[in-house]
């Protein structure tokens, strides 16, 4: 048991290590041009490469920790970030950088790792939280963009790159001695788990939504360091601060976005996530001076932040028994939303002399999730419509968890004698005879939350007072993660038979 408990501190501090490895180039690269001669388009090819490898290979983490669990595949994963570190420290031409580069993605990688095999320690109702925590990890590449300025001044790149090898070496070996050895695992085939998921449009949807928030997290992190240097004309060290801070705000938040979409519609979090991303779009459009480029910079991280941890909530909401698989692809098609952005900035920029155009599809991208968002919201409001018509043969009621009611039918109303603007809102208690004890009623919830099925004869009232005898059924209506989402009660007057 203290093993278990030991797994969300170990595999967070794993992924800020892996997040530290992963931006190392970036956050470098204003030191690294001085002594390799870099183009602009190869300084935006160079720090954009690590995120090809840390996203493609998130597919196959996330299926590998559902079958061999997450302490073999950390360990594994830093002990080959021990060789692209190591050879980038020596690095002394472009092709050394592409080659270090690209296997440094295994560090942004391991990503896939933890949202597999957390989510197993814990209920579904704390899932986005756990995931937000989780995903805080992304204070790994603050801490890189923060320090490595500091020491490359004071002991040169190289030397500074070297020092990663400590802590990769050093959580190589705790995952290794800490790590669950009993972790649940499955072993259900990939080409399996791929099919069973990717005709359904709910997952590129939502890997539509993380190519947007993680990508621009990403997009930023590498690209804010050389280009506040050489647009703002900062020194490498304030360029590193403020980077920092884009990725600490963004890091915060994501936790939080994770709770407040267990605790709130995840959607609604979303459309908020979107429109604040939309408006951030179109202000770094007209190239605002650096207050404004900050104001616009630091309102992407925080939407950027929300929407990482609300996307993670969906994940597992919708693909329960594909979680490993589902986790991987929209994880990578997150960090391939980190590839393109700052290349494409880059040969706009060229061609244009400007960003505008590459902001302002930022904006379009953003402003296309939101009504995406708009139309998922009604659609799963319209799923729950479907489900409640095919039981509209007698009087109905619908309430939410807590018993308060949502919905009736016409039958409901000849039946009691109650419209639905009466009972709306309401508890059904405004139906009790008072010929029950507490027991019944008591006995009545324990076997739905139980069994999630209750059936028998109850006497009810109806509002002109008199009491009448029904047969009640009362199921639970569960989503498509197994959580019960709604109470269905259905009945019929069975006085005139009994008399």
Same mark, same amino acid.
């Given at each position: 048991?203290?093993?278990?408990?030991?797994?969300?501190?170990?595999?967070?501090?794993?992924?800020?290590?892996?997040?530290?490895?992963?931006?190392?180039?970036?956050?470098?690269?204003?030191?690294?041009?001085?002594?390799?001669?870099?183009?602009?388009?190869?300084?935006?090819?160079?720090?954009?490469?690590?995120?090809?490898?840390?996203?493609?290979?998130?597919?196959?983490?996330?299926?590998?920790?559902?079958?061999?669990?997450?302490?073999?595949?950390?360990?594994?994963?830093?002990?080959?970030?021990?060789?692209?570190?190591?050879?980038?420290?020596?690095?002394?031409?472009?092709?050394?950088?592409?080659?270090?580069?690209?296997?440094?993605?295994?560090?942004?990688?391991?990503? +896939?790792?933890?949202?597999? +095999?957390?989510?197993?320690?814990?209920?579904?109702?704390?899932?986005?939280?756990?995931?937000?925590?989780?995903?805080?990890?992304?204070?790994?590449?603050?801490?890189?963009?923060?320090?490595?300025?500091?020491?490359?001044?004071?002991?040169?790149?190289? +030397?500074?790159?070297?020092?990663?090898?400590?802590?990769?070496?050093?959580?190589?070996?705790?995952?290794?001695?800490?790590?669950?050895?009993?972790?649940?695992?499955?072993?259900?085939?990939?080409?399996?788990?791929?099919?069973?998921?990717?005709?359904?449009?709910?997952?590129?949807?939502?890997?539509?939504?993380? #190519?947007?928030?993680?990508?621009?997290?990403?997009?930023?992190?590498?690209?804010?360091?050389?280009?506040?240097?050489?647009?703002?004309?900062?020194?490498?060290?304030?360029?590193? #601060?403020?980077?920092?801070?884009?990725?600490?705000?963004?890091?915060?938040?994501?936790?939080?976005?994770?709770?407040?979409?267990?605790?709130?519609?995840? #959607?609604?979090?979303?459309?908020?996530?979107?429109?604040?991303?939309?408006?951030?779009?179109?202000?770094?459009?007209?190239?605002?001076?650096?207050?404004?480029?900050?104001?616009?910079?630091?309102?992407?991280?925080?939407?950027?932040?929300?929407?990482?941890?609300?996307?993670?909530?969906?994940?597992?909401?919708?693909?329960?028994?594909?979680?490993?698989?589902?986790?991987?692809?929209?994880?990578?098609?997150?960090?391939?939303?980190?590839?393109?952005?700052?290349?494409?900035?880059?040969?706009?920029?060229?061609?244009?002399?400007?960003?505008?155009?590459?902001?302002?599809?930022?904006?379009?991208?953003?402003?296309?999730?939101?009504?995406?968002?708009?139309?998922?919201?009604?659609?799963?409001?319209?799923?729950?419509?479907?489900?409640?018509?095919?039981?509209?043969?007698?009087?109905?009621?619908?309430?939410?968890?807590?018993?308060?009611?949502?919905?009736?039918?016409?039958?409901?109303?000849?039946?009691?004698?109650?419209?639905?603007?009466?009972?709306?809102?309401?508890?059904?208690?405004?139906?009790?005879?008072?010929?029950?004890?507490?027991?019944?009623?008591?006995?009545?919830?324990?076997?739905?939350?139980?069994?999630?099925?209750?059936?028998?004869?109850?006497?009810?009232?109806?509002?002109?007072?008199?009491?009448?005898?029904?047969?009640?059924?009362?199921?639970?209506?569960?989503?498509?993660?197994?959580?019960?989402?709604?109470?269905?009660?259905?009945? +019929?007057?069975?006085?005139?038979?009994?008399?």
């Amino acid at each position: 048991m203290q093993t278990k408990k030991w797994q969300l501190p170990l595999q967070t501090l794993s992924l800020v290590i892996g997040f530290m490895v992963w931006v190392i180039i970036s956050s470098l690269m204003p030191y690294i041009k001085k002594d390799i001669p870099l183009t602009p388009n190869e300084i935006s090819l160079v720090t954009a490469v690590p995120v090809i490898l840390g996203s493609l290979l998130r597919i196959l983490l996330g299926y590998w920790t559902n079958r061999f669990g997450a302490r073999i595949l950390f360990f594994i994963s830093f002990i080959l970030l021990i060789f692209p570190v190591a050879y980038i420290s020596a690095a002394n031409s472009i092709a050394d950088l592409l080659i270090g580069g690209l296997l440094l993605g295994i560090g942004g990688a391991v990503f +896939s790792i933890g949202v597999t +095999s957390l989510p197993k320690y814990y209920p579904k109702e704390r899932h986005g939280f756990i995931n937000g925590i989780y995903g805080a990890g992304n204070i790994g590449t603050a801490l890189t963009s923060f320090s490595t300025p500091i020491l490359a001044d004071a002991i040169g790149w190289q +030397s500074t790159v070297r020092l990663f090898l400590i802590p990769v070496i050093l959580f190589a070996l705790l995952n290794f001695l800490f790590g669950d050895r009993k972790e649940t695992k499955a072993d259900n085939p990939l080409s399996a788990q791929i099919r069973s998921v990717y005709k359904d449009e709910k997952l590129w949807f939502l890997s539509l939504f993380y #190519f947007i928030t993680f990508g621009s997290f990403v997009a930023f992190t590498v690209y804010l360091p050389n280009f506040l240097v050489e647009n703002f004309q900062l020194t490498s060290v304030d360029a590193g #601060f403020r980077t920092a801070g884009f990725i600490t705000l963004a890091t915060f938040l994501r936790p939080i976005g994770g709770w407040l979409s267990d605790k709130f519609n995840p #959607f609604i979090i979303l459309l908020a996530v979107f429109g604040g991303l939309t408006f951030s779009g179109v202000l770094l459009s007209f190239s605002p001076n650096i207050t404004w480029y900050s104001i616009g910079c630091l309102t992407v991280a925080a939407c950027a932040g929300v929407g990482n941890g609300t996307v993670f909530k969906l994940a597992p909401y919708y693909f329960t028994k594909q979680a490993g698989i589902v986790n991987g692809i929209v994880s990578a098609m997150g960090g391939l939303g980190g590839f393109f952005p700052p290349i494409v900035l880059t040969v706009i920029f060229n061609i244009t002399g400007h960003y505008a155009i590459g902001f302002m599809s930022l904006a379009m991208f953003a402003m296309a999730s939101f009504v995406i968002v708009v139309w998922m919201y009604y659609l799963e409001k319209m799923s729950l419509d479907i489900k409640i018509l095919d039981h509209i043969g007698q009087s109905m009621i619908v309430t939410d968890v807590k018993g308060t009611i949502e919905k009736v039918n016409h039958a409901f109303t000849a039946v009691t004698g109650y419209p639905s603007n009466e009972v709306i809102g309401r508890n059904p208690k405004v139906l009790q005879s008072g010929r029950h004890d507490q027991n019944f009623y008591k006995r009545m919830w324990e076997s739905l939350q139980e069994h999630g099925y209750w059936q028998g004869e109850i006497w009810n009232k109806r509002k002109n007072g008199e009491i009448y005898l029904e047969w009640l059924t009362i199921s639970a209506v569960k989503n498509d993660a197994g959580e019960i989402k709604n109470y269905l009660a259905l009945f +019929s007057d069975i006085s005139g038979k009994k008399s």
